[in-house]
């Protein structure tokens, strides 16, 4: 399945830590914070300004990011876990 976002929303996966453990305690999933690294998945064509003009999006497919712990739309589909924001919700771009 392949998923194109619209305009200058921007599909992400958020990328998962490793396990927390705290004085010997495994922590529960439930109660396990959301990461806020995130690799994009897909972005759309850009934003459209009310000229018309078409602005591109600073981010590409495969950048590592970072974003709010709870920015943008949860969506499940095909058994994955995405997040779908617009890219003037991404913190920044992690460059290594």
């Known amino acids: 399945m392949e998923l194109k976002?619209?305009?200058?929303?921007v599909i992400l996966?958020?990328?998962e830590e490793g396990e927390v453990r705290k004085g010997g305690i495994i922590i529960p999933d439930?109660?396990?914070e959301k990461p806020q690294q995130?690799?994009?998945i897909a972005v759309g064509d850009g934003k459209i300004l009310e000229n018309g003009q078409k602005i591109p999006l600073?981010?590409?497919?495969g950048d590592k990011?970072?974003?709010g712990k709870?920015?943008?739309?949860?969506?499940?589909l095909g058994g994955e876990e995405y997040v779908i924001l617009r890219e003037d919700e991404?913190?920044?771009i992690i460059k290594k």
């Open 90 to 92: 991404i913190l920044a």
């Open 13 to 15: 996966k958020r990328l």
């Open 38 to 40: 995130a690799e994009v």
């Open 30 to 32: 439930t109660a396990k």
């Open 70 to 76: 709870y920015s943008g739309t949860d969506v499940k």
């Open 65 to 67: 990011v970072l974003i």
């Open 58 to 61: 600073s981010v590409k497919t």
């Open 5 to 9: 976002p619209l305009y200058d929303r």
